[in-house]
C-alpha cells in the first residue's frame, strides 16, 4: 500500500495536468464553435418565421402583417452577437428564456442545454467580449469591474453544476432513442446502430455518475458522427458539441471522478517529505489571517511552520453563540493539525510568542528559537479597557473559547443564583445583565441575552420568572452599530427594544465591579456585565521594535510588509493598514483572510523571483450583525436589509463560512432544533464559580 499510493498520486496529478492542459487548449475553439453553430441556428429558424409571418393570407393575396418589427429585429441581431461573441452572457440567457417560455418545448433540449452552458462559461478568448474584457475591468468605467466580478462568481456556482447537466442529456441522448426503438418497444431501429440497450445503460451510468467522463464522451462523440441515430443534422452536430465540451472540461466537481482524484491525492503516509533546504515561512496565528495564508502557500516551494498557543481555529463571528448557550465550542471551532494533514509543506507547532530577533531573524517561543526567512505575523487582537484593566474581572471580553464558555457559566449562574436568592433586591441584581459597546458583538450577545431569557426557559424556576431579566446595551456613540448605515442602525435598536432591550445611548460606563455598574452618575445594580467596547492589538509591535498606532497595532506599507525589517509582514488585527481606499482596513474577517492570501501571493512571488502583486485593496463585500430570531441587518454594497430577509441571509452566509463539513451539518441542525422549539442545547455551567460573585 505505501508503494501504490505515490504511484497513485502521480498518476492522478499526471491525469489531472493532461487534463487541464487538453481543456486550456480546446476549450476555446469549442466554445467558439458553440456559439457559430447555436448562432446559424437561431439566425436561420427566425428569418424562416419571418418569412411564413409575410406570407400571403388565404390565396386572397392579402399580405400578412409584417414581422419587421422591434422585437423580430432583435431576434435577427441577437444570433449575429451570439456568433460574433459580444455580449455573449445576457444574449444566451435571453435566447434560453425565450426557448423555454415562448417556443414552449418547440426548441430542441441539446439547443437548451448548450445555450446554458453558454451562460455560465461564457465566450471564451475568441470574442468580442474577451476582446473587450480586459480593458473594461480595469478601466474607470465602475459597473463593468463589477459586472466581471459578477461573471466571475456565475462562472465559479455555475459551472459544476450545468456540467453535471451537460452529463445527464448526454446519457439520455444515448439512452431513450435505443430505449424507444428496442424490440417491443417501438419502430425498428435505423439501420447503423445495433449496440445493446444494456451497454448504452452502462455507458449511460458512467456519464451521470461521472467516471472516466473524458474518454466516455469521446466514445461517444465518435458514435453519434458516425451512427444512424433518428435525430436531425443540427441536433447531432449540437449533441456532439456537448460531447466534446464535457471531454474537454472533465465531469467537474459533482462527480465521482473528482471524489476519487481528491482522495487520491489526499492519501498521504508519514514518509511524505518535503526539501529540508526550501526557504522557511514562518507564520504566527491560526485565526483566519493565518490560516489563509498557510492555504494559499500550499504550492509554494519553501517550508512553513504555523505557530499558535491553541491547537484550534476558532471561527470568530459566532463565538457570541457560544456565550449564550447557542452552540458548543466545538461547533465553531476546528483543530489547526486537520485543516492541514493534507498539506504537506506545513509543520503545525503549538506555543506561545514571547518575541522576534528580527536582525538574528528568529521567533522566541520561550528559551526555544525558530529561524525564518520569511515571517506573517497574525497574531490578532485583545480586549481593551481603556487603561481600566482592572474591569477585566468583572467584565469579561469575548475573543476565546475559554471566554465564551467562562460567560455561558456566568450568564447561566446569575439566573441559578436569582433562584436562591431570598432579597428582592439582590435577586433583581443577579438578573440584570449590562453589556458595554453597541458593535456587532455587543449588539449580537444582548439580542441573544434576551432571547434566551424570555424564549429558552420557561416553566423551569419556581421562584423567579426569567422573562423579567434586564438586558441594558451601553453605547457611548449617538447609535449602535456605527460603522452601519445610519437606517440599519435605526433598525437594529428598534429590534433590541421590541426585545424589551434597554439601549443607553451617549453614555460612559465609569466603574465597574462584582456589585454593579456606574453610568455616568447613575449607579445600578448588576451582577453581570459583559465588555464588547474595545480592542487591542497583540504586542507584534513591541516584538519588532517598530511603532504602532493608537490601538498598538504594526504599522505596514502597501504590500502589509514592516517598513525597514525585510521578509516581515503584518495581517489582519495586527496590522494597520490604509488599504480601503486610503482608509483604515477593519477588523474583519474577511478582511483578514483577503490580506493572509495577499501575503501569501507577494511571498510566493519574491520565492519564484518573479513581480510582486499590485499593492493591497481590500474589497468590501458587506457588513452583518444579528439581534434575535429573524431580526438581523446586512450592508451588502449599495444593498440594505433588515428583518427576517436579513436573517436568513446572515445564517446563510456564517454556515457556508464554517470550516468543515461537520460543523456546518452541526450548526444548521442546532440552529434548527432551536428555532423549531426555542430551546437551547448547550445550557451547561462549567468550571469552578467565579471567586467575584
Not at 498557510?294 to 512553513?304: D, G, M, S, V
Not at 489547526?336 to 507547532?349: D, G, P, T
Not at 493572509?596 to 481590500?618: H, M, N, Q, S, T
Request: charged share 15%; with cysteine; proline share 5%.
Amino acid at each position: 500500500m505505501s508503494v501504490a499510493v505515490p504511484i497513485l498520486r502521480q498518476a492522478a496529478d499526471g491525469a489531472a495536468r493532461l487534463g487541464s492542459a487538453g481543456e486550456r487548449l480546446s476549450t476555446p475553439w469549442l466554445l467558439l464553435g458553440s456559439r457559430l453553430w447555436l448562432g446559424q441556428i437561431v439566425l436561420a429558424r427566425q428569418a424562416m418565421a419571418m418569412m411564413v409571418a409575410a406570407a400571403p393570407f388565404g390565396g386572397h393575396g392579402v399580405t400578412g402583417v409584417s414581422s419587421w418589427t422591434i422585437e423580430s429585429g432583435f431576434w435577427l441581431i441577437a444570433p449575429l452577437c451570439l456568433m460574433t461573441g459580444f455580449m455573449t452572457r445576457p444574449i444566451a440567457l435571453a435566447l434560453l428564456l425565450r426557448s423555454v417560455l415562448v417556443a414552449r418545448g418547440m426548441t430542441a433540449m441539446p439547443t437548451v442545454v448548450l445555450l446554458i452552458w453558454l451562460v455560465a462559461a461564457g465566450p471564451g478568448p475568441f470574442s468580442l467580449d474577451g476582446l473587450l474584457g480586459y480593458g473594461l475591468a480595469h478601466s474607470a468605467f465602475g459597473p463593468a469591474q463589477r459586472i466581471g466580478q459578477l461573471y466571475r462568481v456565475l462562472t465559479r456556482m455555475l459551472r459544476p453544476v450545468v456540467l453535471l447537466g451537460l452529463r445527464f442529456e448526454a446519457a439520455a441522448l444515448l439512452i431513450v432513442p435505443v430505449a424507444a426503438t428496442a424490440p417491443g418497444l417501438g419502430h425498428p431501429m435505423e439501420s447503423g446502430i445495433a449496440p445493446s440497450l444494456g451497454w448504452h445503460v452502462v455507458v449511460a451510468a458512467l456519464l451521470v455518475l461521472g467516471i472516466a467522463a473524458r474518454p466516455v464522451a469521446l466514445l461517444l462523440g465518435a458514435m453519434v458522427s458516425s451512427s444512424g441515430l433518428a435525430m436531425t443534422m443540427d441536433d447531432r452536430l449540437t449533441v456532439i458539441l456537448i460531447l466534446l465540451t464535457i471531454a474537454s472540461c472533465g465531469a467537474g466537481l459533482l462527480s465521482v471522478d473528482r471524489l476519487i482524484l481528491g482522495w487520491v491525492r489526499g492519501r498521504r503516509d508519514d514518509r511524505d517529505r518535503v526539501e529540508t533546504n526550501l526557504p522557511h515561512v514562518v507564520v504566527v496565528g491560526g485565526g483566519f489571517a493565518g490560516i489563509a495564508a498557510t492555504r494559499r502557500l500550499r504550492k509554494a516551494r519553501c517550508r512553513i511552520t504555523l505557530i499558535d498557543r491553541r491547537n484550534h481555529h476558532l471561527f470568530q463571528p459566532l463565538l457570541y453563540q457560544v456565550a449564550t448557550a447557542a452552540l458548543s465550542p466545538a461547533d465553531i471551532a476546528t483543530p489547526i493539525r486537520s485543516l492541514f494533514r493534507h498539506q504537506a509543506n506545513v509543520r503545525v507547532c503549538l506555543g506561545e510568542v514571547t518575541g522576534v530577533d528580527a536582525a538574528a531573524r528568529e521567533i522566541l517561543l520561550g528559551t526555544v528559537r525558530v529561524r525564518f526567512d520569511y515571517l506573517v505575523l497574525a497574531t490578532g487582537a485583545r480586549h481593551s479597557y481603556f487603561g481600566h484593566d482592572v474591569w477585566a474581572r468583572c467584565a469579561p471580553g469575548l475573543k476565546s473559547v475559554e471566554d465564551a464558555t467562562a460567560i455561558r457559566s456566568r450568564l447561566l449562574r446569575a439566573f441559578e443564583e436569582a433562584e436562591n436568592a431570598v432579597d428582592e433586591a439582590e435577586r433583581t441584581a443577579w438578573l440584570t445583565f449590562v453589556i458595554v459597546g453597541g458593535g456587532p458583538t455587543g449588539v449580537e450577545l444582548a439580542g441573544a441575552i434576551a432571547e434566551l431569557a424570555r424564549h429558552g426557559m420557561e416553566r423551569e424556576y419556581r421562584t423567579i420568572d426569567p422573562t423579567t431579566a434586564q438586558v441594558i446595551l451601553v453605547q457611548s456613540a449617538s447609535r449602535i452599530l456605527p460603522t452601519f448605515n445610519p437606517v440599519l442602525s435605526t433598525a437594529a435598536e428598534r429590534s433590541l427594544r421590541q426585545l424589551d432591550v434597554d439601549v443607553r445611548l451617549k453614555s460612559r460606563v465609569s466603574e465597574i465591579d462584582a456589585f454593579g455598574v456606574t453610568i455616568g452618575d447613575q449607579r445600578l445594580p448588576a451582577r453581570t456585565a459583559l465588555w464588547a467596547a474595545g480592542v487591542t492589538a497583540s504586542p507584534a509591535a513591541q516584538w519588532l521594535g517598530c511603532p504602532g498606532d493608537d490601538a498598538g497595532r504594526v504599522i505596514v506599507g502597501q504590500d502589509l510588509s514592516v517598513e525597514g525589517l525585510h521578509g516581515i509582514y503584518a495581517v489582519g488585527d495586527t496590522a494597520a493598514c490604509q488599504g480601503w481606499h486610503g482608509n483604515p482596513v477593519p477588523g474583519l474577517a474577511p478582511a483578514a483572510k483577503q490580506a493572509g492570501r495577499y501575503v501569501a501571493r507577494v511571498i510566493d512571488a519574491a520565492l519564484e523571483k518573479r513581480r510582486p502583486p499590485p499593492p493591497f485593496r481590500y474589497h468590501h463585500a458587506g457588513s452583518l450583525a444579528t439581534i434575535g430570531r429573524e431580526a438581523a441587518v446586512a450592508e451588502l454594497g449599495p444593498v440594505r436589509l433588515w428583518g427576517a430577509l436579513a436573517w436568513w441571509f446572515w445564517g446563510a452566509a456564517h454556515v457556508t463560512l464554517l470550516v468543515g463539513g461537520r460543523n456546518k451539518a452541526t450548526v444548521i441542525l442546532d440552529w434548527l432544533w432551536a428555532y423549531l422549539t426555542y430551546r437551547q442545547s448547550t445550557r451547561l455551567i462549567t468550571g469552578d464559580p467565579p471567586s467575584a460573585i
